[in-house]
C-alpha cells in the first residue's frame, strides 16, 4: 500500500495493485479497476516511484533507491 494526499490534506493509504491507471489533468487522477476515482496532490512520477518502492520491499528484489536531490 502506498499513502497518499488529498488536495484538503488528509492522507490515506491505497493499493496499488488495484490501479488502472494514473493520469495528470493537470492533477493527479488515480483510476482504480472497480471504476473508482480519487484525485490527489502527489505526481504521477512520485506514484510510481512509491509503487515502485512498495514492492522492492515487498518481493525484497532490490535494496532502497535513496534520492539524493530530496
Excluded: C, G
Amino acid at each position: 500500500m502506498i499513502k497518499v494526499t488529498r488536495f484538503d490534506a488528509s492522507e490515506f493509504w491505497i493499493n496499488s495493485d488495484i490501479i488502472e491507471f494514473i493520469e495528470e489533468t493537470p492533477d493527479t487522477v488515480i483510476s482504480f479497476i472497480n471504476k473508482d476515482k480519487v484525485v490527489v496532490k502527489e505526481s504521477a512520477q512520485t506514484l510510481v516511484d512509491a509503487i515502485i518502492e512498495y514492492r522492492r520491499r515487498i518481493f525484497h528484489l532490490h535494496p532502497p533507491i535513496i534520492n539524493k536531490e530530496e
